[in-house]
């Protein structure tokens, strides 16, 4: 109660609101109202920069999404190097395959032979180009390719059922009467199976009698390889020359896989004839005849090649294998033979491949998957 009385106790006066104003100063005031209008100016200025930038990196984001679709989760990459039993710099050399081409579906392209050389053919660009030594992209491709053979031979795969499933210009074996010869299928189209007519060793078509028993083996691009057994219709004249017409068949077998993938081709080579000279306590050393001999490869894998040549040449000969590619560069390897064909004049010898420089191998790789440039 006193303080209450005490508090009215006090003088009372009349007091102006303006009084304040020009106590404090009028200038101050009109500064700090300036002032607060700025701030919330800057303020405007900045959430609308603020929403545009927003914007700008959403549409970014939006397209570079689209251009590299997201990784594939990592336990299903995981997976796959497993049953590969890849190593680590092979599990390594795979991600940055997938990485390259923006794979989302590693299993789908695993088992898509066309995907699968999308993306490691991808993968040979980006190290032919981002390699800062010759040493170094012998060393990455070396790997890649290992890859490329593991994956050949334990996933990509292919089927036949019938001979109308035959791709055109495969190259096959036909046996007649015990006797292989070397073909070509031209077509697989028609109400027969058209090929090649083989000749005999005088260089003249054979002539089968209609009805006669004729095999037939091939190998598809995945190295998968099949047999069947028909018989001749018939022969007939074409702009290739004479072909032999077979009945198809839909009983197909499958045949064992060859180790790697093999591509028909026409490269021209050069072979040498090789002998090995003893000098005792298991020490050898290579003797390299200097005369040149010549001949067509006609078919070639990283295992060993089939050379169409007129030179007489004997099974178990080591030959030096030489041929030039586009870019100028020698590929060499260290051949033996395995047989030999006749067809008409020339000869066929069948090699494989003994030795081969890591760089020469990487080339053939390049060839028979078809990466490199021709």
């Not at 304040?20 to 100016?41: P, S, Y």
Request: proline content about 3%; charged content about 25%; aromatic content about 8%.
């Amino acid at each position: 109660m006193n303080i209450i009385t005490g508090f009215a106790m006090l003088p009372l006066q009349a007091v102006q609101v303006t009084d304040f104003w020009r106590d404090k100063g009028g200038d101050d005031a009109k500064f700090f109202a300036f002032g607060i209008g700025i701030v919330i100016i800057v303020l405007i200025i900045i959430n609308i920069l603020r929403t545009k930038l927003k914007l700008s990196v959403l549409n970014d984001s939006s397209q570079t999404s689209s251009r590299s679709p997201r990784r594939f989760p990592v336990f299903a990459f995981h997976k796959i190097v497993r049953n590969l039993g890849l190593n680590r710099d092979q599990a390594k050399m795979l991600d940055f395959v997938f990485r390259s081409d923006g794979v989302t579906d590693p299993f789908r392209s695993l088992n898509t032979a066309s995907l699968l050389d999308r993306h490691f053919k991808r993968a040979y660009r980006v190290i032919e180009h981002t390699s800062i030594s010759e040493d170094e992209m012998t060393e990455k491709l070396s790997v890649l390719f290992a890859i490329r053979n593991i994956i050949e031979n334990n996933v990509v795969g292919a089927t036949a059922t019938s001979t109308r499933q035959i791709p055109d210009n495969t190259a096959a074996v036909l046996t007649i009467n015990d006797k292989n010869y070397p073909v070509r299928v031209i077509s697989s189209k028609g109400d027969s199976l058209v090929v090649q007519n083989p000749t005999s060793g005088t260089g003249e078509p054979l002539r089968l009698p209609k009805g006669s028993k004729a095999g037939l083996a091939f190998f598809t691009k995945t190295n998968k390889g099949f047999s069947v057994e028909s018989r001749v219709l018939g022969t007939a004249e074409t702009a290739e020359g004479q072909v032999l017409q077979l009945v198809h068949s839909g009983q197909i077998k499958k045949l064992s896989n060859r180790r790697f993938r093999r591509r028909q081709t026409v490269i021209s080579t050069s072979f040498f004839f090789v002998t090995v000279e003893n000098l005792g306590r298991k020490k050898t050393r290579l003797i390299v005849d200097k005369r040149r001999f010549s001949g067509n490869i006609l078919d070639i894998s990283i295992g060993g090649c089939s050379v169409k040549t007129n030179t007489s040449v004997s099974s178990g000969q080591k030959l030096k294998i030489e041929f030039t590619r586009e870019d100028h560069s020698i590929v060499a390897a260290l051949g033996e033979v395995l047989r030999t064909n006749k067809s008409g004049m020339s000869t066929i010898i069948h090699i494989k491949f003994i030795k081969i420089p890591r760089k020469s191998l990487n080339t053939i790789n390049a060839v028979v998957y078809e990466y490199a440039r021709d």
